[in-house]
């Protein structure tokens, strides 16, 4: 492991106890420049896993609580009128910064979510006539709870897209919930310092990029995708009947990148197929469209990307 990355890490524990996933999907959102859709009841310390990474790297980091009656304004900002001066002054809103905690994305309208993912992509917002760009890194951790869905906008598909990887976050284990109470009880929290700078961040997105991938395992990244559009092709028949539309080409983007920064993070220069294989799910299992026959048989997408993981042949 990267001494930078094992020194982040080592703070983000003081404060977090488990959630070894969350914690490594972020760290292959910044330096893959990507964006995190988190799925996972309240209370499991989402907030304060990004604080803690946002201290230790030194980040800008802002929340935002999504409602219904936010406005997209609301997130990029807007236009103030002054009457000293009798002209327009911008106030920027919270998307100016380098980490964004979009928390419970799903309760805002169609209209705010489009916003916030128009500056996801483009790194850019347009407040009346001037265009601003976000400074980097910049990576957006939206939260959804899967309980409610009372007074929910679910993502359109098209959307969910557009996020690197969707990490389902469960339960800590009993062993580390009872070290979390006796956390809180004796109030026993570190302070989180820090670790490391932007240039820091850059650098190491720099060794990501530098990280070998073999031809084979860039075919076998190719292969898991095509296998979830046409399963037949890959002796996966008995699936075709539940998949309704198979990945995007981001997800073979996303898990070449996602694959090469899981390596970086284990400290290897190179990637091998378990690379490949722990982070697929994260990279797909929300880019698969699944029809009604699969609900009604309780078929998820992680069963599928499993499947599709076992049947093919390792390169």
């Given at each position: 492991m990267s001494n930078k990355v094992l020194a982040i890490k080592e703070?983000?524990?003081k404060i977090i106890v488990g959630q070894e996933e969350l914690i490594d999907a972020m760290l292959i959102g910044l330096l893959c420049e990507g964006h995190i859709l988190?799925?996972?009841?309240?209370?499991?310390?989402?907030?304060?896993a990004i604080n803690a990474i946002?201290?230790?790297l030194g980040l800008d980091f802002k929340r935002v609580q999504?409602?219904?009656?936010?406005l997209p304004s609301d997130i990029t900002g807007t236009e103030i009128y002054d009457p000293k001066n009798g002209d327009f002054k911008i106030k920027q809103g919270p998307i100016f910064t380098n980490l964004l905690l979009a928390d419970e994305i799903n309760r805002a309208p169609a209209k705010v979510q489009a916003a916030l993912l128009e500056v996801m992509q483009e790194r850019q917002v347009t407040i009346g006539d001037t265009t601003f760009k976000i400074d980097k890194p910049f990576l957006v951790l939206a939260t959804q709870n899967p309980v409610e869905q009372e007074g929910t906008y679910p993502l359109p598909e098209a959307q969910l897209d557009r996020f690197m990887l969707k990490v389902v976050v469960g339960y800590n284990s009993a062993k580390e919930?009872?070290?979390?109470?006796?956390?809180?009880a004796k109030k026993e929290f570190e302070e989180v310092a820090q670790v490391a700078s932007k240039e820091d961040i850059f650098a190491m997105q720099k060794e990501v990029e530098a990280v070998h991938m073999d031809d084979?395992?860039?075919?076998?990244?190719?292969?898991i995708i095509y296998a979830t559009r046409e399963p037949k092709e890959y002796g996966l028949g008995e699936l075709a009947e539940y998949i309704e539309f198979g990945a995007s080409p981001r997800a073979s983007i996303n898990l070449y990148k996602a694959a090469k920064a899981k390596a970086y993070i284990d400290g290897k220069?190179?990637?091998t197929p378990l690379d490949i294989?722990?982070?697929?799910?994260?990279v797909l299992r929300h880019r698969i469209i699944l029809n009604y026959k699969a609900q009604a048989a309780n078929i998820t997408t992680d069963e599928v990307i499993k499947k599709i993981l076992d049947t093919l042949p390792l390169p």
């Amino acid at each position: 492991m990267s001494n930078k990355v094992l020194a982040i890490k080592e703070e983000v524990k003081k404060i977090i106890v488990g959630q070894e996933e969350l914690i490594d999907a972020m760290l292959i959102g910044l330096l893959c420049e990507g964006h995190i859709l988190v799925e996972g009841v309240p209370g499991l310390a989402k907030t304060t896993a990004i604080n803690a990474i946002s201290k230790a790297l030194g980040l800008d980091f802002k929340r935002v609580q999504f409602t219904p009656d936010l406005l997209p304004s609301d997130i990029t900002g807007t236009e103030i009128y002054d009457p000293k001066n009798g002209d327009f002054k911008i106030k920027q809103g919270p998307i100016f910064t380098n980490l964004l905690l979009a928390d419970e994305i799903n309760r805002a309208p169609a209209k705010v979510q489009a916003a916030l993912l128009e500056v996801m992509q483009e790194r850019q917002v347009t407040i009346g006539d001037t265009t601003f760009k976000i400074d980097k890194p910049f990576l957006v951790l939206a939260t959804q709870n899967p309980v409610e869905q009372e007074g929910t906008y679910p993502l359109p598909e098209a959307q969910l897209d557009r996020f690197m990887l969707k990490v389902v976050v469960g339960y800590n284990s009993a062993k580390e919930e009872v070290q979390i109470v006796k956390r809180v009880a004796k109030k026993e929290f570190e302070e989180v310092a820090q670790v490391a700078s932007k240039e820091d961040i850059f650098a190491m997105q720099k060794e990501v990029e530098a990280v070998h991938m073999d031809d084979a395992l860039l075919e076998y990244i190719v292969s898991i995708i095509y296998a979830t559009r046409e399963p037949k092709e890959y002796g996966l028949g008995e699936l075709a009947e539940y998949i309704e539309f198979g990945a995007s080409p981001r997800a073979s983007i996303n898990l070449y990148k996602a694959a090469k920064a899981k390596a970086y993070i284990d400290g290897k220069d190179y990637v091998t197929p378990l690379d490949i294989a722990s982070v697929a799910s994260d990279v797909l299992r929300h880019r698969i469209i699944l029809n009604y026959k699969a609900q009604a048989a309780n078929i998820t997408t992680d069963e599928v990307i499993k499947k599709i993981l076992d049947t093919l042949p390792l390169p």
